[in-house]
């Protein structure tokens, strides 16, 4: 994989939550048939075993459609199935020493909600930088917001691709995409929807104008 | 840290839930000083960031005491800080991937509680093995039972160290002895009482005897 040429416009961010008794796995392939370019595989309630068996099921789905495959959090299991990389938190491994063992070649990405965190994150090596919340979302309660305004100073003071993330959606979409950012973070704009694919679809055109 | 010199006679198993008020790192160096051979840290509600944090403020005394320090499941930080080990359970990481992402010198402990288990995991390459529930446990309570009789099956079918795990304390440490095994990990019957160190000392003379 080359780092350099990932597509940051429509990125998936998993959550079985919103699915309800559909497969995650089937449900990201559609998202991606439906013009999804990137898949982070988020799970905070599984065992292990249940993560890494999951993973290496989706990773055949993005490896077909060579969309890269970034874990959440959990860097054994972005080890573990050799994933294209690792989204960290602030409250996860920090970005040095997610570097120092993942090595150069592997895509880390930080959650930042601050121009403070956006820069630490830059300078110690991070790949992209995913900034929110910014607006109100059900998914991730612990975010803290991000103005439109923010998300704009961010995204001038960095050179890494940033990808805004927090209840972006069909309608808020054009808001979001004036900030000039270079894609744009989904949950429940994709997961939630009785169809995903249109779903995804829909919002890569909204992209595309 | 050689592998085959780890002495297994008294393994402290951590549960932040024993504590109470209590600081983990201050109570795992007073079951130390109490006697306790080798130390598992297992946290199972905490950030990957905090667990971090715990695993090397945990590793400082470790070292200061030359006592391998074990992590639980989370193989993340047990690269992380440079553990001495890892322990996977029969939902954590398979013992292959495991042994494949740490090598061949770190300690890999593997919980079976079936002889089938306990077999394959010695043939992949554990080093030794957690075998219980023995007696009933508040602490684990996915944990699956087995008989002395079974445990004694197991510790003359493997030629790896086993160490017997679950509701072990001193009125029925002699039963345990007498199956044959290596070691006892123990969790309450050290962090769940008022006095850590003489728990860990009583417990160390009765295993003397």
Redesign the interface.
């Given at each position: 994989m080359n780092k350099a040429a990932v597509d940051y416009t429509l990125y998936l961010v998993t959550d079985r939550k919103q699915l309800g008794n559909r497969d995650l796995a089937e449900s990201i392939e559609q998202a991606i048939q439906g013009g999804v370019t990137l898949v982070q595989l988020r799970e905070k309630s599984v065992?292990?075993?249940?993560f890494?068996q999951l993973a290496e099921k989706v990773k055949e789905i993005t490896s077909r459609y060579q969309i890269p495959l970034i874990i959440n959090?959990?860097?054994?299991i972005a080890?573990?199935i050799d994933a294209d990389g690792l989204h960290v938190g602030?409250?996860?491994?920090?970005m040095v020493?997610a570097r120092e063992?993942l090595g150069p070649d592997k895509i880390i990405g930080v959650s930042a909600s601050t121009l403070e965190e956006a820069l630490l994150a830059e300078q110690q090596g991070a790949d992209y930088l995913g900034v929110g919340a910014i607006f109100t979302t059900a998914t991730k309660t612990d975010a803290t917001d991000v103005s439109l305004k923010q998300l704009e100073v961010i995204k001038h003071s960095v050179s890494i691709p940033v990808v805004a993330i927090g209840g972006i959606g069909t309608t808020n979409l054009p808001l979001v995409r004036a900030a000039g950012v270079d894609g744009v973070s989904v949950v429940s704009a994709i997961l939630g929807q009785e169809n995903i694919y249109s779903a995804a679809m829909e919002l890569k055109k909204i992209l595309s104008f």
């Open positions: 065992s292990t075993k249940e890494l959090d959990r860097l054994d080890l573990a602030q409250d996860d491994l920090p020493k063992l």
